[in-house]
């Protein structure tokens, strides 16, 4: 049965989606300043008001 198994193995043409998550810009907006890193991890809060 070449058929049946031509169809398990098919060809990947259609491009291969990641998800990747949506660049968060409003709900991130601190990610952007010097404190990025700690600001996206919610450690400090301060430091998104500060700057």
């Known amino acids: 049965m070449r058929?049946?198994?031509?169809m398990h193995y098919a060809p990947?043409?259609?491009p291969v989606y990641v998800q990747q998550p949506p660049p968060r810009?409003?709900?991130g907006g601190c990610c952007?300043?010097?404190c990025h890193f700690?600001?996206?991890l919610c450690?400090?809060?301060?430091c998104c008001d500060v700057f």
């Open 38 to 40: 700690l600001c996206c």
């Open 32 to 34: 952007r300043t010097c």
């Open 12 to 14: 990947q043409q259609q």
């Open 25 to 27: 810009r409003e709900s």
């Open 3 to 6: 058929h049946h198994q031509n």
């Open 43 to 46: 450690l400090i809060n301060l």
